[in-house]
């Protein structure tokens, strides 16, 4: 379903003179990705680790989003490779110091036990030693204690076998059941506050992540929302989800169910137009197809966009970064630019 971004993407990156993600190892590839931005006193650095839907694809890996602020290595929804993406730029898990869950479908969870599991593998100089810490609403405990449960046999026989640290095979949940605060350290403040992901998908929220007076908004997965809205007015970043189908499947029962849990484009616009960031960019792109009609294309994507918004957007891709300063610089492999 994204043969035509696939290509579009490995375009840009073959001419950056960086491998096609997918045809190499973690490992080479670690060695040949540029240097991750890195997050100075008064910046932030968010990197769209993931930015497909449910498929596996090898250009857009499973919803996941790294947010890097006073120090901190947070994740955003750990969805499939999220692990593979962390490596790529050069953090391993145990420099993860806190994972927030925006809802329990599978594609923003099956990435976990992967980081999780990592970080009490390796050398005993880089095995973590403490709990990993995962947020999320009521059920995240429940989620992260059966999640163990399911790897105890590769807990017990790594601590009789390999004496790795008991501690850091440990999860520690940490649940909230309303908007508000749910983190603070290092001058760090992550707020959840609830979307609208349609009346049977809940819990469902989305977070806003603000550091020295820089923001982000990462929508989690809504439909068009206004507690988001009142959430995201005036950040310098806006990441949100869209999701589009061609003209032709519009009517289909199941496009028209899948349409309705998500935001289309007209309808993020209006997000957009109406918080004003500086610079709003999309991540799970769900891009509806069936077999005899083609999914809609990236420029379908913008044209619908552009109906209700005509601010600065970029459509994300994985491994895109976003400097949080004075103003926000973009990258994509070797690029940057400001915005
Ligand atoms: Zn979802
Ligand atoms: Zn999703």
């Not at 100075?40 to 930015?51: E, F, I, P, Q």
């Amino acid at each position: 379903m994204y043969d035509g971004e696939g290509t579009n993407l490995s375009r840009r990156w073959l001419l950056a003179g960086i491998a096609l993600v997918g045809l190499t190892g973690a490992a080479s590839m670690a060695a040949e990705q540029p240097p991750a931005a890195s997050a100075s006193a008064d910046s932030m650095v968010v990197t769209l680790l993931g930015t497909g839907d449910t498929i596996p694809s090898p250009t857009r890996y499973g919803m996941s989003t790294l947010v890097q602020a006073g120090g901190l290595n947070l994740v955003f929804d750990a969805g499939r490779g999220c692990a593979v993406r962390l490596n790529q730029v050069g953090i391993r898990s145990i420099k993860v110091d806190a994972v927030f869950i925006t809802h329990f479908h599978s594609d923003h969870l099956n990435g976990l036990a992967d980081l999780w599991t990592n970080g009490y593998l390796g050398p005993p100089s880089s095995r973590r030693t403490t709990p990993l810490e995962v947020w999320g609403a009521t059920g995240i405990a429940r989620i992260t204690a059966s999640m163990r449960d399911t790897y105890i046999d590769d807990i017990q026989i790594r601590l009789a076998d390999e004496k790795i640290p008991e501690a850091g095979t440990q999860i520690l949940a940490h649940e909230f059941s309303a908007d508000g605060v749910v983190f603070e350290r290092n001058g760090v403040r992550v707020t959840a506050f609830a979307v609208n992901h349609g009346p049977l998908i809940k819990p469902a929220y989305g977070y806003r992540v603000d550091f020295a007076g820089r923001s982000v908004l990462l929508s989690g997965d809504t439909r068009f929302d206004e507690n988001l809205i009142a959430h995201g007015a005036g950040v310098d970043l806006l990441t949100h989800e869209v999701a589009i189908a061609p003209k032709p499947l519009l009517d289909s029962p199941w496009v028209k169910a899948i349409i309705n849990h998500h935001t289309t484009p007209e309808e993020a616009g209006v997000v957009f137009s109406r918080t004003k960031p500086k610079l709003a960019a999309y991540t799970h792109l769900v891009f509806l197809a069936s077999e005899r009609i083609p999914p809609a294309t990236l420029d379908d994507l913008v044209a619908e966009t552009r109906q209700t918004y005509g601010g600065a957007l970029e459509i994300g891709e994985d491994l895109m970064s976003f400097e949080i300063g004075e103003e926000v610089v973009v990258r994509r492999g070797a690029e940057a630019k400001a915005v």
